[in-house]
């Protein structure tokens, strides 16, 4: 099973760039990069997705570097509304092998005033 | 509609009742997925519906009994829980259910449940 850590938490500053990095050693050819992000007594919310190189859409970046055993989730601008709990997965295409979805056990990102 | 919703949102029970929580798309999904998050943890998978048959399920204990009626509906029935079964239980759905896992689920904000 591809393993994922992330730090436990981070610090930040209204409009700073604040990147994440999720370690996941053993990721298997297969496997995708997800992000999610959950506010407190919410379900959590999609991000991003990717599987190499860089994706970008209107919320943030992720940067995956070509060996894939890290990523980086990159925020720009971030405002107090970005407080929250941020989640990387790992896991196959397909649900077959017996392999599943990893979560980590999340950054919680504090943006300050 | 694109949203999951879930009822109730918050849930008391004694260890002998029997309730069901409830959850609802409208968006055309066929995959829905009941996960169970205990505080500071990630939500962990209890099961997986895709196209309303039980396709995946954790190793659930069997007190916690998954239906899907439709395409549009989960219930969670719960019998004789533990107070360690007190957590959030989170509903998601993702689009096509053939391969659920790299699709983007959408969540709905849980039914918080407390087990006395």
């Known amino acids: 099973l591809a393993k994922t850590t992330q730090p436990i938490s981070m610090d930040s500053y209204e409009g700073q760039e604040v990147n994440i990095t999720c370690s996941h050693n053993n990721i298997a050819t297969n496997d995708y990069i997800t992000w999610y992000q959950q506010f407190p007594s919410q379900g959590p919310r999609f991000i991003i997705q990717?599987?190499?190189?860089?994706v970008t859409n209107e919320v943030a970046s992720l940067f995956i570097p070509a060996d894939r055993k890290s990523s980086t989730l990159s925020l720009p601008r971030v405002s107090l509304s970005d407080t929250a709990v941020y989640y990387c997965?790992?896991?196959?295409?397909?649900?077959?092998?017996?392999?599943?979805?990893?979560w980590g056990l999340g950054t919680s990102l504090a943006v300050n005033p | 509609d694109t949203e999951v919703t879930q009822t109730p949102k918050h849930l008391v029970m004694g260890m002998t009742n029997k309730k069901s929580l409830k959850c609802e798309q409208h968006?055309?999904?066929?995959?829905m997925y009941w996960y169970k998050q205990k505080a500071k943890k990630p939500p962990e998978l209890m099961f997986v519906?895709?196209?309303?048959?039980?396709?995946i399920n954790e190793s659930v204990p069997s007190r916690f009994s998954p239906e899907c009626p439709n395409s549009s509906l989960l219930n969670l029935h719960l019998h004789a829980l533990q107070p360690e079964d007190s957590a959030l239980y989170l509903c998601?759905?993702?689009?096509?259910?053939?391969?659920?896992?790299?699709?983007?689920?959408?969540f709905g904000p849980g039914t918080r449940l407390l087990v006395l």
């Open positions: 997965l790992v896991g196959p295409r397909n649900a077959g092998n017996n392999r599943k979805l990893i």
């Open positions: 968006m055309g999904h066929r995959a």
């Open positions: 998601a759905s993702s689009p096509r259910g053939r391969q659920p896992f790299q699709e983007t689920q959408y």
């Open positions: 990717g599987y190499k190189t860089k």
């Open positions: 519906y895709s196209y309303e048959k039980l396709s």
